[in-house]
């Protein structure tokens, strides 16, 4: 690795940071050095948990440095930044239970004739070599989803992070190897992904592939490795139904933030807000003044709510689709234009399902709000779409959050929360073109890990 990657600021195109870019052949030497360390030198699960637990420690003495190359390279806010570093001292906290706790489980074998007398059992063991392809949006904790769950469960890694974004997963190399991590269970390979992923995806060593990312390329991926275990977590468009007997006023102030957190550059950003006629306009009343009051800005600055898009090509085609609704009959509330490099918080309304700020995923800084009246029609418009990740509903009625679980077709279903909401050992992931895992220590130690039987005849 001769070559460097330069990072720069998507806030100000200034440099902030270098790390060696990699080939098609450091990834495939990555890959052997990780298979041969599976095989050569295995990591029992004591000394796993350990170092997780101390990993866990010192990510939350390093959070505030870990924070700034957050804000650094993805332009993230750093009070926002911030609160990643703490949710991955989470992330690697519960990989530390889980790879305490991993085990098998008793088979009754003895249930049946041709088992009398006999002992069996099932053992988890790991699946093998893991590769790890994460995004831009959350730099630090996606790599961790993928990274503490693989040790945890005894497979070495190898992360392909996002080009724009790889300055954190190289932080958090460096900070496991200092905690104790022999180097080839966590290795980093940052370069372009048409080389340096596809050699992941293709190479014959790597038994797991973790892919976060977008739809049409995971699936991709999916096709291009039918014989490996791949698991995606990709897109959504995620809607909240907010029912007059609900908590509006709370709804407004959470939507304020989770529609435009890191510019709304989440796969469960919430972007389709459907809100009973009766309320509507009072929730736009509450809603409007909150998102114009966003401070948007430098991302270093302590006060900043919302900074810049990854690139001035996402800012346009954000843009693009906003004007497009706005030209289709939508109205903008708030927000709508481009300031400077930054687009400003957008609040959408009199938009139809069929308009993209509504069919597809925005991943912008933009809040689609729709009315109606019929709830079971709002449940209808929120599973009307080929995306299934997370949905919410507000409403302080039992019967309706109860049918709300029920119908709304997505991997996970809030209610009296906004979509974006996502505790780290909760079982995350979604159905249709939003992917086919769940991540979670708990689920995804489960996805790297096999069952072995053990039948034992004395």
């Not at 450091?26 to 050569?40: C, F, I, N, P, S």
């Not at 190399?173 to 048409?194: F, M, N, T």
């Not at 949905?391 to 309706?400: E, H, I, P, R, Y």
Request: with cysteine.
């Amino acid at each position: 690795m001769t070559d460097e990657l330069i990072v720069t600021s998507p806030y100000d195109g200034n440099e902030v940071g270098r790390v060696p870019r990699s080939t098609a052949a450091d990834a495939d030497a990555a890959v052997r050095r990780a298979q041969r360390t599976l095989k050569d030198e295995p990591l029992g699960q004591a000394a796993r948990a350990e170092i997780l637990d101390e990993a866990a420690r010192r990510l939350r003495t390093d959070e505030d440095r870990l924070a700034r190359i957050i804000a650094a390279e993805a332009a993230k806010p750093l009070k926002t930044a911030r609160v990643e570093a703490q949710r991955a001292v989470s992330t690697f906290t519960f990989a530390a239970v889980e790879a305490r706790k991993l085990a098998g489980e008793m088979v009754p074998i003895e249930a049946s004739d041709v088992g009398v007398g006999k002992l069996a059992f099932t053992l988890r063991v790991p699946i093998g070599v893991v590769a790890g392809i994460t995004p831009f949006n959350f730099p630090l904790n996606l790599v961790a989803h993928k990274v503490a769950p693989a040790i945890a469960a005894g497979c070495p890694i190898v992360v392909k992070p996002a080009s724009q974004t790889p300055m954190s997963a190289f932080a958090l190399r460096d900070l496991l190897y200092e905690v104790g991590l022999p180097e080839p269970w966590y290795q980093v390979i940052a370069g372009k992904s048409s080389e340096v992923g596809n050699a992941l995806v293709d190479h014959p060593d790597v038994a797991l592939i973790s892919f976060t990312g977008s739809v049409d390329v995971g699936w991709s991926i999916r096709e291009r490795a039918p014989r490996k275990k791949v698991g995606l977590e990709l897109g959504n468009n995620a809607p909240v139904v907010i029912e007059p007997d609900g908590d509006w006023e709370g709804a407004a102030t959470k939507i304020s933030v989770a529609a435009f957190s890191h510019a709304g550059q989440s796969c469960i950003s919430t972007q389709r807000v459907y809100v009973h006629a009766d309320v509507a306009e009072d929730f736009l009343g509450a809603l409007v003044p909150k998102v114009e009051a966003l401070k948007v800005g430098d991302p270093m600055d302590t006060e900043t709510d919302v900074s810049s898009l990854i690139s001035p090509d996402d800012r346009d085609r954000v843009q693009a689709w906003i004007d497009e609704a706005v030209a289709q009959g939508a109205q903008v509330r708030c927000g709508g234009k481009v300031d400077g490099n930054l687009l400003l918080p957008t609040v959408l309304t009199d938009v139809t399902p069929d308009m993209r700020v509504c069919r597809d995923e925005v991943f912008g800084p933009v809040a689609a709000v729709q009315t109606y009246t019929d709830f079971d029609e709002a449940l209808r418009l929120s599973n009307d779409t080929h995306y299934g990740l997370q949905a919410a509903v507000f409403t302080s009625d039992l019967g309706k959050a109860m049918a709300a679980a029920r119908t709304l077709d997505f991997g996970g279903v809030l209610v009296n929360e906004v979509p974006t909401y996502r505790a780290d050992q909760m079982p995350y992931g979604g159905v249709r073109d939003s992917g086919n895992t769940r991540e979670g220590p708990a689920y995804a130690v489960r996805e790297m890990t096999e069952s072995r039987l053990v039948v034992i005849h004395p």
